[in-house]
C-alpha cells in the first residue's frame, strides 16, 4: 500500500498554522521556536510516520469495506490532525524518517530494536540528536500513537470496528516494540 493514501490534501500554509498554534510556536523534537533564524525551510511531519500506519494497515485482514473504512477514518481523523503533525525542517524530518524506515525493516525482520537505536545511528542529516532529542521524539510518538487509537474507533463506522480494532492491535505492537516509553 502507498504510505500517500494516508495523506490528506490540505493548503500546507493553513495546515502549519494549525500546526505552529497547537504546539506553542516550536518544533517538539528539538524545541527550537519557529522564530528562530537558524529553522529553515519547515516541513510538517507526521509524527507517527505514514509508513508506520501504512504497515500496520499492510498487516489488517478485513474485507475491502471495512479496510477503505479505516484508510478514511486515519486519513481523516487520526493521521492529518495538528497532534500527530510537527512543523520542523528537512533535516530533522528526513533524518526521523530514515530512522522510522531502517526501524521498520528490523521489525519485518522480527529483530525490531528501540527507535532511539535508529534515530542515533542515523541522526539528522546534519549533526547529531541529542539524548534529550530522541527522549523528545519518543514521547510525542508515544502521545501521537495515543491518539490515534482514541480517534480511530469514533472515525470508523461499526461494520469497520473489529477491523479497528485488529489494526489499533496491530499498531500498538509495532509502537510498543519501538520501546518509547
Not at 525482520?109 to 523528545?136: C, H, I, M, V, Y
Amino acid at each position: 500500500t502507498d504510505p500517500k493514501r494516508f495523506r490528506k490534501q490540505v493548503s500546507t500554509r493553513s495546515m502549519t498554522a494549525k500546526v505552529w498554534e497547537y504546539r506553542g510556536g516550536k518544533d517538539v523534537y528539538r524545541q527550537i521556536r519557529k522564530d528562530n533564524r537558524n529553522f529553515g525551510p519547515i516541513w510538517v511531519d507526521h509524527v507517527v510516520e505514514c509508513q508506520v500506519v501504512r504497515d500496520a494497515f499492510d498487516r489488517l485482514r478485513a474485507d475491502k469495506q471495512a479496510k477503505q473504512a479505516i484508510v478514511v477514518g486515519l486519513r481523516d481523523n487520526c493521521v492529518n490532525i495538528p497532534e500527530n503533525l510537527n512543523a520542523t525542517n528537512k533535516d530533522i524530518n528526513l533524518g526521523k524518517r530514515w530512522a522510522v524506515t531502517d526501524y521498520l525493516e528490523s521489525y519485518k525482520e522480527g529483530s525490531p530494536t528501540r527507535l532511539d537505536d535508529f534515530l542515533n545511528k542515523r541522526g539528522p542529516p546534519q549533526g547529531k540528536w541529542t539524548r534529550a532529542d530522541t527522549a523528545r521524539i519518543s514521547k510525542v510518538t508515544w502521545a501521537s500513537h495515543e491518539t490515534i487509537v482514541d480517534n480511530l474507533p469514533n472515525a470508523v463506522p461499526n461494520s469497520a470496528s473489529a477491523a479497528a480494532e485488529e489494526y489499533l492491535s496491530i499498531l500498538q505492537d509495532m509502537v510498543v516494540k519501538m520501546r518509547l516509553k
